[in-house]
């Protein structure tokens, strides 16, 4: 099989190997299958570049639990979320983001605590940036209480430091917690790929890994046994991008768009999850 057309004087050979090149966009990928003739998509196999796409994310990071202890009616579990990609996690447009999902139960399954829950629409429960896109939350080191979520993402500031979603806009970084690769200093590193916002101070968070503590008052639920579990999620489409894009929904592209979005069934997937039990 002769590989290539340039150089033009290339002979055919054996022992070439096809490569399969996924990106991590499973939402797009649904999207273009579930509207191939709206889009004109002549493209088939996306069922397997679906599957072969989540089998790549899960090769991007784990979770690990450093330490767990239930102490009078106090839970605390402190993960570590290791990146085992070459590059910041998530990397390439900053529409996408990866978040910690924490779930608390008691001995018969009832939800005590819970942190970073999915809705339908994409959406992250109480997420700041998710109800008002003039706000964004706040990077953690500890989490408390269920509306603090840790949201790994870089947002975007313009050239007066307001919030925004357009990247002809962007001047500047107002938050970058994405977790950098193993060997990145984020005190080394130029301004160009610094960590940008509250995960600067955070002493447990660079080069490779971020740790991260959740203290949970269980009450008495704390008599029996106590299971949580933690998953790592990831969202190529950040909800804040998909209602900033809407707001122009009287075009009609986007409203096209917009209607695809609506019925699309893939919001977010997971990269890596453990659970616990005490």
């Keep these: 099989v002769k590989i290539a057309t340039r150089p033009n004087f290339l002979s055919p050979r054996n022992d070439f190997a096809r490569h399969t090149l996924v990106g991590a966009n ?62 910041k996690l998530p990397t390439s447009y900053p529409s996408r983001r990866a978040y910690i999902h924490f779930v608390v139960r008691d001995n018969v399954g009832n939800i005590v605590f819970e942190s970073g829950k999915t809705n339908a629409d994409g959406s992250i429960v109480a997420a700041d940036a998710d109800s008002n896109l003039s706000q964004y939350e706040s990077h953690y080191d500890e989490i408390t209480q269920e509306d603090q979520v840790q949201i790994y993402e870089a947002i ?90 809407f707001q122009d929904n009287n075009d009609p592209e986007v409203a096209k768009f917009e209607a695809m979005y609506d019925s699309a069934s893939i919001r977010s997937e997971t990269i890596s999850a453990i659970n616990g039990t005490l």
């Design 156 to 245: 975007m500031g313009d050239s007066d430091s307001n919030i925004t979603y357009t990247l002809l806009r962007s001047a500047t970084y107002l938050k970058d917690n994405r977790i950098p690769p193993t060997g990145f200093d984020k005190n080394a590193v130029v301004n160009d790929i610094r960590v940008a916002g509250v995960a600067m101070s955070d002493g447990n968070f660079n080069s490779g890994s971020d740790t991260i503590t959740y203290k949970v008052t269980v009450g008495a639920a704390s008599a029996s046994t106590i299971s949580y579990s933690a998953e790592l999620k990831y969202q190529s489409l950040a909800y804040g991008f998909v209602k900033d894009l």
């Design 26 to 87: 499973t939402t797009m990928l649904d999207i273009l299958s579930s509207n191939k003739d709206a889009l004109a998509v002549t493209a088939t196999g996306f069922d397997t570049a679906i599957t072969q796409t989540r089998a790549l994310l899960e090769t991007a990071a784990d979770i690990e639990v450093l330490s767990q202890s239930l102490v009078n009616d106090e839970l605390t579990v402190q993960l570590r979320i290791n990146n085992r990609s070459g590059h």
